[in-house]
């Protein structure tokens, strides 16, 4: 919502405003400053509310690391059903490891402890580690996500990389990823004069050759964008 006209003691023609009250000539604007502050006052409040509702969010939510590659939402999720309610499930790219790690919102804090006992089950060819979050699942613009089964697909064969030397030509990287884990179907080098590097998305023919990206990491940043 925009602010009300006058709103510290500017409207469209602000700094004549601003100069009348200054001046001590009462102007409404004058007298809407003391509304405004009322209204910034609740703001205040509602912002210790967000802060509140957020430390809920944290609590009913568990930090998941040592992720197999070839491990999906969908698996992740359906190892914590027994637990309670799974709000959501988001798993993430972690450009130290070849292992990744996720966080899971519950309905309610039970639920996030009955998940810590999963702690050590294995998941793929790993065992899990689950601890309690010390944040919550930021949410995503819808518009962002993947709005059919084909985009979804496309998703989980295209990879993201950064740390690409700008001496480095897209044919380059095609051969790299080629060479290493399978035919390249699409590739987008991208870059700009402010940065020193660039950054490729990756789609491969297969979605199996995305986990092969993993021997990657020394000479890139590589990310699952799925």
């Known amino acids: 919502m925009a602010p009300p006209q006058g709103h510290f003691g500017y409207n469209g023609n602000g700094f004549v405003i601003q100069q009348l009250i200054n001046s001590g000539v009462p102007t409404e604007n004058s007298f809407r400053r003391k509304k405004n502050g ?8 509602n912002s210790r509310t967000s802060m509140a509702q957020s430390d ?21 999720a359906a190892l914590f059903i027994g637990c309670g309610q799974v709000v959501d499930c988001r798993v993430c790219g ?9 966080f899971v ?5 039970e639920g996030a402890r009955n998940a810590l006992s999963l702690a050590g089950t294995m ?6 580690r689950v601890l309690p979050s010390k944040t919550a699942i930021a949410p995503v ?25 700008k001496k480095i ?12 884990c399978g035919e390249v179907h699409r590739l987008r080098l991208l870059g ?31 990310y699952d964008i799925s």
Not at 38 to 45: L, Q, S
Not at 56 to 76: C, K, N, P
């Open 169 to 180: 030509t897209q044919a380059d990287v095609k051969l790299f990823f080629e060479s290493i």
């Open 56 to 76: 809920d969010v944290i609590r009913r939510t568990v930090y998941v690391s040592d992720i197999d590659h070839q491990v999906t939402e969908e698996q992740l």
């Open 123 to 128: 998941l793929g060819y790993y065992p899990v």
């Open 141 to 165: 613009n819808p518009t962002f996500l993947p709005r059919s089964e084909d985009e979804r697909e496309m998703c989980a064969r295209t990879i993201y990389c950064t740390n690409i030397d």
């Open 38 to 45: 009322y209204t910034n006052g609740r703001r205040r409040m």
């Open 94 to 102: 972690d450009p130290n490891s070849v292992l990744r790690f996720a």
């Open 192 to 222: 700009d004069y402010h940065h020193s590097t660039r950054i490729a998305f990756v789609e491969f023919v297969m979605v199996r050759t995305t986990v092969s990206h993993s021997f990657c990491f020394d000479l890139f940043q590589v």
């Open 105 to 109: 919102e519950f309905t309610d804090e």
